[in-house]
């Protein structure tokens, strides 16, 4: 019997401006968890705020009968790749952290893209993604769990789930949200409760995300 591996293609993306914060210190950890179960597994980190481009223009073209563009994006700019390799994925992650109790306007942006061209509107409204990969959602927010925007957050994985799979999804709440507090003028908050929290709690939820990474990594293998 020979034995058959794929490379395991993680995509990773990633909705925060920031590099190096929350959302993105998640999404390594979910990577790191992913690779403890497969070495080989190939992981990319796309962060959306280095691609200029836009949500959907409403063209369209991925509705088109007998069109090429049917169930496809047919805009040609910097993140049209990214949707290919997105939708090709053995492991799909979509990461944002929360801005105004939503995910952010870019993650929005390329929910749009990615999702629109698959949600058909034929029959059931059935979706055209050939590839039903693992998907997991990432959000980090400011505010603790039980203030958390659910029905938001359930309402865009609605469509995930609709047109590739129900997502799993992980979370870091009541995050650090500046490097240094006393920089900044904050009143609301509890500094010294966030840094603890930070030091105890934040740890815990980046395990979740490399315990998920692994999970989905065994899952994918099936
Ligand atoms: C424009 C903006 C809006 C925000 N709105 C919310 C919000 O509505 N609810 C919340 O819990 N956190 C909010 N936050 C805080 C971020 O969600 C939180 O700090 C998150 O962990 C940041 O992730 P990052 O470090 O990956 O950028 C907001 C932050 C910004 C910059």
Redesign the pocket.
């Known amino acids: 019997m020979p034995e058959i591996f794929n490379d395991m293609k993680t995509m990773i993306i990633?909705g925060?401006?920031?590099r190096e914060?929350?959302?993105?210190?998640m999404c390594r950890a979910f990577a790191e968890g992913v690779r403890s179960r497969r070495s080989d597994a190939s992981i990319e980190i796309v962060n959306l705020y280095d691609y200029d481009f836009k949500g959907c223009r409403s063209c369209f073209a991925c509705k088109l009968k007998g069109a090429a563009t049917y169930g496809k994006c047919a805009v040609r700019d910097a993140i049209a790749p990214v949707l290919e390799k997105a939708l090709e994925a053995d492991i799909l992650v979509l990461a944002s952290?929360?801005?105004?109790?939503?995910v952010t306007g870019v993650y929005k942006s390329f929910l749009e893209r990615l999702l629109f061209p698959k949600a058909s509107y034929e029959a059931g409204y059935r979706s055209l993604a050939a590839n039903r990969m693992q998907v997991a959602t990432i959000y980090?927010?400011?505010?603790p769990k039980e203030?958390?925007?659910e029905r938001v957050l359930e309402s865009s994985e609605y469509f995930i789930g609709h047109v590739l799979r129900e997502p799993r999804r992980v979370c870091?709440y009541d995050?650090?949200?500046f490097d240094d507090y006393s920089r900044y003028e904050v009143e609301v908050f509890d500094e010294s409760r966030k840094r603890v929290r930070r030091a105890e709690v934040f740890p815990l939820e980046l395990e979740e995300a490399r315990d998920l990474g692994r999970s989905m990594a065994v899952a994918a293998e099936a």
């Open positions: 990633n925060s401006p920031r914060g929350n959302t993105a210190r952290p929360v801005y105004l109790m939503d980090t927010m400011n505010v203030m958390a925007p870091a995050t650090y949200q």
